[in-house]
T-cell receptor, first 109, second 113 residues
């Protein structure tokens, strides 16, 4: 069945770049998403990429998609303490989202 | 900026009781969803809803669950007879017709005792 995997933790220094990785199994995924969840809050859509693209940039965020390897990454440039949160990768080929386990990003000064 | 809202933020109930979780999707959206997240686990899809009927549902969404759009603004999830394992955060989401962005509400934490 469909599965999405992420590493559980990432710790970076403020001002550095963060790279959060995700792998998925469904080769028919049409869209891939990144959501952010801050403590006690809902899921905030950060960005998404259509499966026929290999890169999308949106301000400090860069999404890279390697469809052959079914690998998705989110790069956050100039990481700030306010970026500390859990980041979820999700894929969709029908209307439902299949989420990864989430990566907890901790930014330290 | 329009947002999805959910009430209550926290619901505590006894096992076997019925609960109704409420959501107000973004006003011009047509597609509605429920997801849940058991503590420490992945966010899981429950059901999608469009044009007053269920489009897709997961194995979790059994006969104990139902959804309804009782009026033009609310979208509800009912659990008929709650079980301990229904304890989770329940997220509502909605999306418009012109894109694939699902916007999530803040969630309702359901605790079944």
């Amino acid at each position: 069945g469909e599965d999405v995997e992420q590493s559980l933790f990432l710790s970076v220094r403020e001002g550095d770049s963060s790279v959060i990785n995700c792998t998925y199994t469904d080769s028919s995924s049409t869209y891939l998403y990144w959501y952010k969840q801050e403590p006690g809050a809902g899921l905030q859509l950060l960005t998404y990429i259509f499966s026929n693209m290999d890169m999308k940039q949106d301000q400090r965020l860069t999404v890279l998609l390697n469809k052959k390897d079914k690998h998705l990454s989110l790069r956050i440039a100039d990481t700030q303490t306010g970026d500390s949160a859990i980041y979820f990768c999700a894929e969709a080929n029908t209307d439902k989202l299949i989420f990864g386990t989430g990566t907890r990003l901790q930014v330290f000064p | 900026e329009p947002e999805v809202t959910q009430t209550p933020s926290h619901q505590v109930t006894q096992m076997g009781q019925e609960v109704i979780l409420r959501c107000v999707p973004i006003s011009n959206h047509l597609y509605f969803y429920w997801y849940r997240q058991i503590l420490g686990q992945k966010v899981e899809f429950l059901v999608s809803f469009y044009n007053n009927e269920i489009s897709e549902k997961s194995e979790i969404f059994d006969d104990q669950f139902s959804v309804e759009r009782p009026d033009g603004s609310n979208f509800t999830l009912k659990i008929r007879s709650t079980k301990l394992e229904d304890s989770a955060m329940y997220f509502c989401a909605s999306r418009g017709d012109s894109n694939n962005e699902q916007f999530f509400g803040p969630g309702t934490r359901l605790t079944v005792l």
